[in-house]
């Protein structure tokens, strides 16, 4: 199966030749692979289209499609998924990612991994090192394959096999509610009705499917200001695999895998680490869940019940803390038919280093300062408009 390139562009010309580059250099195992550029129509992006006309692929059949009509990113992404029903799979980039030399090696060994596996969605070719909900540091527990697993799509280098995206379209083709299922993340269903994304994620929560993601990222973002971007930033930028890869990526299912996490980014395996059913308890080590509907929850927020258990927060990630059982008072299992006074207070400082290692006071004055200068400069831009 000789899996196709797809490129999502729009009007982007520097992000698109970036991108292009990066595909340029990368290494496949075979010279027969399609590359399709898909533009979305507007009225200033002559530039990309002539842009994309122009490259030289060296690896295979060029197709450039300029869409008809203006379609829209979520209209967009999902034509372009559709691929996968000609070729049998599909990878879809947006044209601000950046890809590793080996994104096409592990991507078509996932992809051929995952069509076994019922359980599986899709596949990310991204890494994620931030949580989305709380914006704090993320990291999958580390258990020996090179993929972990998620409840969470992917957008910033996915791909599917044909029956994996046949399952959502079908499911997607029935018009869901999904901005009343509480079962998904309320940050997710505040996004825009533009986003294709959050019907991938509510979908994977409602069918107890995962995206099966890499260990190391084999895509990374740019965030180019466009359309759906205001400024660009570095927030989302992670290290790429540039590794010689002479040999398979070591995968594992599903029901092996001990990193395998929920919509919210909390690890799936701690109940049975700590001897409780996972229908018994809400692990909610970031804090925002807001659907607890349990009788024991595992939370790092200082609550009024009683106190089962509690551990440190040292080791990283903090899933390991409750894993290897690390003493401490910065995590706390409640049994929340209990009420009872909790003392212990967060301790601020400790939190804070436990995600930014240091922060010189000069640094963090700096930015307190630039922080009101740029609110004191949009306010007063207000007052004059």
Not at 16 to 29: M, V
Not at 32 to 38: A, E, F, V
Not at 178 to 193: A, F, L, T
Not at 362 to 375: A, D, G
Request: hydrophobic share 35%; proline share 3%; charged share 25%.
């Amino acid at each position: 199966m000789r899996i196709p390139i797809v490129v999502v562009a729009y009007n982007r010309p520097r992000s698109l030749t970036r991108l292009l580059n990066s595909l340029q250099k990368a290494n496949y195992p075979y010279e027969d692979i399609d590359l399709i550029i898909s533009i979305d129509k507007a009225d200033n992006n002559r530039d990309v289209l002539d842009l994309a006309n122009a490259f030289q692929w060296h690896h295979g059949t060029k197709e450039v499609v300029y869409q008809e009509n203006n379609l829209g990113l979520r209209q967009h992404i999902l034509k372009c998924g559709g691929y996968s029903l000609h070729y049998g799979a599909v990878i879809v980039l947006e044209d601000d990612l950046y890809v590793s030399p080996n994104f096409y090696l592990f991507a078509e060994q996932a992809l051929n991994f995952s069509s076994k596996e019922p359980s599986i969605g899709g596949v990310s070719l991204y890494n994620h090192q931030l949580n989305v909900h709380t914006r704090e540091n993320f990291s999958p527990h580390q258990d020996g394959y090179d993929n972990w697993y998620f409840q969470f799509a992917s957008s910033w280098g996915q791909a599917w096999t044909r029956e994996q995206w046949s399952g959502f379209m079908d499911w997607y083709k029935k018009n869901p509610d999904i901005d009343n299922n509480q079962d998904v993340p309320s940050y997710v269903r505040s996004w825009s009705p533009k986003s294709w994304l959050k019907y991938n994620i509510a979908y994977l929560v409602e069918k107890d499917l995962y995206f099966l993601y890499p260990k190391i990222s084999l895509t990374t973002n740019f965030s180019d200001a466009g359309t759906h971007v205001g400024n660009d930033t570095t927030i989302f930028q992670v290290p790429l695999d540039y590794g010689n890869r002479s040999s398979k990526f070591y995968f594992s299912t599903t029901k092996e895998s001990k990193s395998i996490y929920d919509a919210y980014f909390e690890n799936l395996r701690i109940p049975e680490t700590i001897g409780m059913a996972k229908d018994d308890i809400c692990v909610d080590l970031y804090g925002c869940k807001s659907n607890n509907r349990k009788r024991y929850l595992l939370t790092q927020k200082i609550l009024n019940y009683k106190i089962l258990r509690s551990f440190g927060k040292s080791l990283k990630p903090h899933d390991d803390n409750i894993i290897n059982k690390i003493d401490g008072y910065d995590i706390f299992l409640y049994d929340t038919s209990i009420k009872r006074k909790n003392s212990f207070k967060t301790n601020l400082i400790r939190k804070a280093e436990y995600d930014f290692k240091q922060l010189s006071y000069r640094l963090m004055l700096n930015l307190i300062f630039e922080k009101f200068v740029t609110r004191i400069g949009s306010i007063r831009k207000k007052i004059i408009k």
